[in-house]
Protein backbone atom coordinates (compact mmCIF):
# COMPACT_ATOMS: atom_id res chain seq x y z
CA UNK A 1 0.00 0.00 0.00
CA UNK A 2 0.99 3.56 -0.78
CA UNK A 3 1.73 6.18 1.87
CA UNK A 4 -1.30 8.17 0.05
CA UNK A 5 -3.79 5.35 -0.07
CA UNK A 6 -2.60 4.98 3.73
CA UNK A 7 -3.26 9.20 4.15
CA UNK A 8 -6.86 8.77 2.45
CA UNK A 9 -7.84 5.93 4.92
CA UNK A 10 -6.20 7.19 7.78
CA UNK A 11 -8.85 10.44 6.82
CA UNK A 12 -11.93 8.82 6.91
CA UNK A 13 -11.07 7.75 10.31
CA UNK A 14 -13.09 10.16 12.39
CA UNK A 15 -10.41 10.69 15.40
CA UNK A 16 -8.07 11.44 12.82
CA UNK A 17 -10.43 13.96 10.19
CA UNK A 18 -8.94 17.19 11.34
CA UNK A 19 -5.72 15.79 11.17
CA UNK A 20 -2.67 18.14 9.63
CA UNK A 21 -1.16 16.53 6.50
CA UNK A 22 2.11 16.70 9.31
CA UNK A 23 0.23 14.98 11.51
CA UNK A 24 -1.15 12.09 9.21
CA UNK A 25 2.36 11.59 7.81
CA UNK A 26 3.24 10.56 11.16
CA UNK A 27 0.56 8.05 11.54
CA UNK A 28 1.20 6.56 8.29
CA UNK A 29 4.73 5.41 9.10
CA UNK A 30 3.33 3.22 11.77
CA UNK A 31 0.26 1.78 10.24
CA UNK A 32 -0.26 -1.03 8.72
CA UNK A 33 -2.78 -2.71 6.70
CA UNK A 34 -4.42 -6.07 7.54
CA UNK A 35 -7.52 -8.02 5.58
CA UNK A 36 -9.33 -10.80 7.36
CA UNK A 37 -11.61 -13.10 6.54
CA UNK A 38 -15.36 -13.88 7.83
CA UNK A 39 -14.85 -15.83 10.95
CA UNK A 40 -11.83 -15.23 11.83
CA UNK A 41 -10.52 -13.80 15.12
CA UNK A 42 -8.27 -10.09 15.38
CA UNK A 43 -7.51 -10.87 19.12
CA UNK A 44 -9.24 -13.12 21.37
CA UNK A 45 -9.88 -12.39 25.35
CA UNK A 46 -6.22 -12.27 27.07
CA UNK A 47 -4.29 -12.24 24.04
CA UNK A 48 -0.87 -9.86 24.70
CA UNK A 49 -2.66 -6.14 24.03
CA UNK A 50 -0.10 -5.48 21.42
CA UNK A 51 -1.91 -2.82 19.01
CA UNK A 52 -5.03 -0.66 18.27
CA UNK A 53 -7.21 -1.38 15.81
CA UNK A 54 -9.15 0.87 13.13
CA UNK A 55 -12.21 -0.15 10.97
CA UNK A 56 -11.69 0.77 7.14
CA UNK A 57 -14.10 -1.76 6.01
CA UNK A 58 -15.92 -4.86 7.43
CA UNK A 59 -17.55 -5.62 10.53
CA UNK A 60 -16.07 -6.73 13.88
CA UNK A 61 -17.96 -8.18 16.82
CA UNK A 62 -16.87 -7.52 20.30
CA UNK A 63 -17.49 -9.83 23.19
CA UNK A 64 -16.44 -11.71 26.14
CA UNK A 65 -16.79 -15.39 27.49
CA UNK A 66 -17.21 -16.58 30.93
CA UNK A 67 -15.34 -19.63 32.07
CA UNK A 68 -18.57 -21.59 30.38
CA UNK A 69 -18.16 -20.23 27.27
CA UNK A 70 -21.60 -18.18 27.58
CA UNK A 71 -21.25 -15.29 25.27
CA UNK A 72 -21.70 -11.65 26.01
CA UNK A 73 -22.04 -8.79 22.96
CA UNK A 74 -20.25 -5.65 24.14
CA UNK A 75 -20.59 -3.93 20.69
CA UNK A 76 -20.87 -4.27 16.55
CA UNK A 77 -17.95 -2.14 15.32
CA UNK A 78 -18.09 -1.27 11.65
CA UNK A 79 -16.33 1.10 9.22
CA UNK A 80 -14.08 4.56 10.72
CA UNK A 81 -14.90 2.86 14.53
CA UNK A 82 -11.64 1.94 16.13
CA UNK A 83 -11.63 -0.82 19.00
CA UNK A 84 -9.98 -1.88 21.39
CA UNK A 85 -10.98 0.72 23.98
CA UNK A 86 -11.30 -1.04 27.76
CA UNK A 87 -7.65 -1.78 28.88
CA UNK A 88 -6.31 0.58 26.05
CA UNK A 89 -3.54 2.49 28.23
CA UNK A 90 -2.67 -0.71 30.65
CA UNK A 91 0.19 -2.96 29.44
CA UNK A 92 -1.84 -6.27 30.06
CA UNK A 93 -4.31 -8.21 27.82
CA UNK A 94 -6.84 -7.87 25.58
CA UNK A 95 -10.18 -7.87 27.60
CA UNK A 96 -12.48 -9.43 24.66
CA UNK A 97 -12.58 -11.63 21.46
CA UNK A 98 -12.54 -9.85 17.99
CA UNK A 99 -14.22 -11.41 15.62
CA UNK A 100 -14.75 -10.58 11.97
CA UNK A 101 -18.14 -10.76 10.66
CA UNK A 102 -17.95 -9.55 7.50
CA UNK A 103 -14.16 -9.19 5.39
CA UNK A 104 -12.56 -6.76 7.27
CA UNK A 105 -9.77 -4.46 6.23
CA UNK A 106 -8.29 -3.21 9.56
CA UNK A 107 -5.77 -0.41 9.72
CA UNK A 108 -3.32 -1.83 12.92
CA UNK A 109 -1.01 0.69 14.70
CA UNK A 110 1.02 -0.97 17.85
CA UNK A 111 -0.02 1.02 21.14
CA UNK A 112 4.02 1.62 22.01
CA UNK A 113 3.77 4.19 18.41
CA UNK A 114 0.14 5.17 19.24
CA UNK A 115 1.03 6.00 22.84
CA UNK A 116 3.95 8.12 21.38
CA UNK A 117 1.76 9.82 18.60
CA UNK A 118 -0.95 11.05 21.29
CA UNK A 119 2.45 12.68 23.30
CA UNK A 120 3.05 14.55 20.43
CA UNK A 121 -0.24 15.67 19.38
CA UNK A 122 -2.46 16.71 22.64
CA UNK A 123 -5.52 17.59 20.47
CA UNK A 124 -5.53 14.16 19.58
CA UNK A 125 -5.44 12.87 22.80
CA UNK A 126 -8.47 14.94 23.75
CA UNK A 127 -10.40 13.35 21.12
CA UNK A 128 -9.47 9.77 21.91
CA UNK A 129 -10.51 10.70 25.56
CA UNK A 130 -13.65 12.10 24.15
CA UNK A 131 -14.01 8.97 22.31
CA UNK A 132 -13.73 6.83 25.24
CA UNK A 133 -16.00 8.93 27.71
CA UNK A 134 -18.95 8.16 25.06
CA UNK A 135 -18.50 4.46 25.11
CA UNK A 136 -18.38 4.67 28.99
CA UNK A 137 -21.58 7.12 29.58
CA UNK A 138 -22.87 4.12 26.78
CA UNK A 139 -22.03 1.26 29.12
CA UNK A 140 -23.32 3.49 32.08
CA UNK A 141 -27.05 3.32 29.84
CA UNK A 142 -26.82 -0.17 29.24
CA UNK A 143 -26.70 -0.57 33.25
CA UNK A 144 -29.41 1.66 33.82
CA UNK A 145 -31.90 -0.80 31.18
CA UNK A 146 -31.22 -4.10 32.81
CA UNK A 147 -31.44 -2.64 36.75
CA UNK A 148 -34.68 -0.62 35.54
CA UNK A 149 -36.73 -2.24 32.79
CA UNK A 150 -37.96 -5.39 31.95
CA UNK A 151 -36.64 -7.56 29.31
CA UNK A 152 -39.36 -6.50 26.75
CA UNK A 153 -38.53 -3.04 27.16
CA UNK A 154 -34.11 -4.34 27.00
CA UNK A 155 -35.08 -5.42 23.53
CA UNK A 156 -36.75 -2.27 22.00
CA UNK A 157 -33.81 -0.12 23.71
CA UNK A 158 -31.37 -2.05 22.41
CA UNK A 159 -33.02 -2.11 18.53
CA UNK A 160 -33.24 1.72 19.34
CA UNK A 161 -29.06 1.64 19.91
CA UNK A 162 -28.23 -0.14 17.21
CA UNK A 163 -30.74 2.72 15.10
CA UNK A 164 -27.50 5.01 16.17
CA UNK A 165 -25.07 2.80 15.80
CA UNK A 166 -24.90 0.31 12.87
CA UNK A 167 -27.81 1.66 11.00
CA UNK A 168 -28.74 4.09 7.68
CA UNK A 169 -32.07 5.98 7.23
CA UNK A 170 -34.62 4.48 4.85
CA UNK A 171 -38.19 6.36 4.60
CA UNK A 172 -39.58 5.63 8.03
CA UNK A 173 -37.70 2.62 9.13
CA UNK A 174 -33.89 2.59 9.67
CA UNK A 175 -32.26 -0.35 8.37
CA UNK A 176 -29.76 -2.18 10.47
CA UNK A 177 -25.87 -2.04 8.25
CA UNK A 178 -24.41 -5.35 9.73
CA UNK A 179 -26.59 -8.93 9.76
CA UNK A 180 -27.63 -9.92 13.46
CA UNK A 181 -28.98 -13.02 14.31
CA UNK A 182 -31.46 -13.55 17.19
CA UNK A 183 -28.75 -15.15 19.42
CA UNK A 184 -26.59 -12.29 19.22
CA UNK A 185 -28.93 -10.14 19.55
CA UNK A 186 -29.93 -11.89 23.21
CA UNK A 187 -26.16 -12.18 24.33
CA UNK A 188 -25.86 -8.26 23.65
CA UNK A 189 -28.33 -7.87 26.71
CA UNK A 190 -27.93 -11.28 28.62
CA UNK A 191 -31.70 -12.69 27.35
CA UNK A 192 -32.28 -16.01 25.65
CA UNK A 193 -32.86 -16.39 21.94
CA UNK A 194 -36.37 -17.75 22.44
CA UNK A 195 -36.95 -14.33 24.48
CA UNK A 196 -35.73 -12.48 21.48
CA UNK A 197 -37.65 -14.53 19.01
CA UNK A 198 -40.74 -14.21 20.57
CA UNK A 199 -40.77 -10.37 21.40
CA UNK A 200 -39.58 -9.40 17.74
CA UNK A 201 -42.28 -11.39 16.67
CA UNK A 202 -44.55 -9.04 18.67
CA UNK A 203 -43.48 -6.13 17.38
CA UNK A 204 -42.96 -7.38 13.54
CA UNK A 205 -47.06 -7.63 14.30
CA UNK A 206 -47.15 -4.48 15.30
CA UNK A 207 -45.25 -3.53 12.28
CA UNK A 208 -42.47 -1.79 14.44
CA UNK A 209 -39.87 -3.74 12.63
CA UNK A 210 -39.61 -6.27 9.62
CA UNK A 211 -36.60 -7.81 7.51
CA UNK A 212 -36.06 -6.66 3.85
CA UNK A 213 -35.13 -9.28 0.98
CA UNK A 214 -31.37 -8.97 1.94
CA UNK A 215 -32.21 -9.93 5.13
CA UNK A 216 -31.64 -6.72 6.89
CA UNK A 217 -33.58 -5.81 10.18
CA UNK A 218 -36.14 -2.61 9.33
CA UNK A 219 -36.64 -0.30 12.24
CA UNK A 220 -39.61 2.09 13.30
CA UNK A 221 -37.27 4.18 15.60
CA UNK A 222 -40.17 6.71 16.27
CA UNK A 223 -43.08 3.81 17.06
CA UNK A 224 -40.41 2.02 19.53
CA UNK A 225 -39.91 5.10 21.29
CA UNK A 226 -43.84 5.33 21.84
CA UNK A 227 -44.36 1.88 22.66
CA UNK A 228 -42.07 2.27 26.06
CA UNK A 229 -41.75 5.92 26.50
CA UNK A 230 -45.66 6.53 26.32
Given amino acids: MTNGWMKERLKNVPLFRELSDHELESLVSISH ?133 NAVRQGKFYRLTAHVTNRELANMIGTSRETVSRTLSQLKRKGLIDVDKDGFYLIDAEGLKKEIFF
Wanted: hydrophobic share 40%; glycine share 6%; net charge neutral.
Fill in 33 to 165: VRVYKPRTFVFMQGDPLERVYFIHSGTIKIYKTDMNGKEQIVSILQTGEMFPHAGFFLKGTYPAHAEVLEEATLIAISIDDFEKTLICYPGLCIKLFRVMGEKIVDLQNRLEEQILHNTYEQIIMLLLRLTKT
